[in-house]
């Protein structure tokens, strides 16, 4: 049996899952991708994700949108949103829900090359800005560019933005200095809810290892926990501030090689961390849990179970971008791209899980 993206949760894990469905299908191969999502004080959920036509992206993806007002049991018709002929669209930055009317959306463009060494093979990529007042039924103009690294720059934190108690917003950051070289993790601030960012703080770099897609939580002790990738298969770290991002703690390895990063406060102050399993190639959505603020982590399975195939081409859409809400009904949706099916096809999967914390 065919198992590739459905849910493997261990039976004492904290999290249960409800139910579990694909969203947006449709017949052609295709593949949808780098899914964020947001939830508005009124309960709505807005999504963003990009389409493309196949799994091998050829600089012709489309970012769409789309809503819904009950929990994640139906969604409106995905809406083209953003789109540029010969780049490849995906969120920089994804949703950013400053207020119910200012909800900001991280666009982003990137030119893929297959035939180019690394972990990003690109030549061209450019990050910008638009704002939606009325809860994603509506979008402004394209900011103009933001570049807060030398090179690639990227709004990465799928849980930003946190707002400090001076009422500034802080929001993780990734960065470049060259072509898919010299990556970083940190954070920066705006104090004019994204009009503008200050440089950022680093968290994480190295003279040779290269780090991206941080996600940061604040816990109970108010001080921040900082999850962060790792390239060229080395463990995720971990780093702390106990002053509002101004300065963080030396990162640390922990147990899992996670991309993709996303956290999730559970009810009981237990963490979760989503992620794209990248120990062995093994091309899942897997997470795992702390109850020490971080300080261990156990693994609790799969979100979205591994390909029995190969593991993805160079320029291939990867599964993972995993991002979640918590539902009026108490429970969390979830929100992930798989692996590519026995059809070449990714559909987003939509998962409800209980928090049994």
Not at 53 to 62: A, D, I, L, S, T
Not at 271 to 285: I, K, P
Not at 305 to 321: F, K, L, M, T, W
Request: proline share 7%; with cysteine; glycine share 12%.
């Amino acid at each position: 049996m065919d198992m590739t993206g459905e849910p493997d949760l261990h039976n004492d894990a904290p999290v249960a899952v409800r139910s579990s469905r694909r969203l947006f299908s449709g017949g052609e191969p295709h593949a949808h991708y780098s899914a964020s999502l947001a939830q508005l004080g009124s309960g709505r959920l807005v999504m963003v994700f990009s389409w493309s036509r196949g799994v091998q992206r050829q600089n012709n993806g489309v970012m769409l949108t789309s809503r819904s007002d009950d929990d994640g049991a139906t969604w409106t018709t995905p809406e083209a949103i953003y789109a540029k002929p010969g780049w490849d669209c995906m969120h920089l930055g994804g949703l950013m829900p400053f207020s119910d009317t200012r909800l900001l959306l991280g666009l982003g463009r990137i030119q893929m090359d297959p035939s180019l060494p690394g972990d990003e093979p690109c030549t061209g990529w450019y990050m910008s800005m638009t704002c939606s007042a009325d809860g994603g039924e509506t979008w402004g103009p394209e900011s103009p560019e933001i570049r807060l690294f030398p090179e690639w720059s990227e709004l990465y934190g799928a849980s930003n933005p946190h707002r400090l108690d001076d009422g500034r917003h802080m929001l993780a950051v990734i960065g470049t200095t060259g072509r898919d070289t010299g990556w970083q993790a940190g954070v920066c601030f705006t104090d004019d809810e994204g009009e503008s960012y200050s440089a950022p703080v680093i968290v994480a770099s190295h003279p040779t290892l290269g780090f991206g897609d941080m996600d940061i939580i604040r816990l109970a002790d108010g001080r921040y926990l900082a999850v962060a990738r790792v390239f060229d298969g080395h463990p995720s770290v971990i780093a702390y501030s106990g002053a509002d991002g101004v300065s963080w703690t030396e990162p640390r390895p922990i147990k899992f090689w996670g991309a993709n990063i996303k956290l999730q406060r559970l009810r009981s102050g237990a963490l979760l961390c989503a992620y794209r399993d990248e120990q062995g190639n093994r091309s899942g959505v897997g997470c795992s849990v702390s109850e020490d603020d971080g300080a261990s982590w156990r693994r609790i399975g799969w979100l979205a179970s591994p390909s029995d195939g190969p593991p993805p081409a160079a320029g291939d859409v990867r599964c993972g971008y995993p991002d979640m809400a918590r539902l009026g009904n108490g429970h969390l949706g979830c929100v992930l791209a798989p692996s590519a099916d026995a059809d070449g096809i990714i559909d987003l999967r939509w998962l409800e899980l209980v928090d049994r914390t």
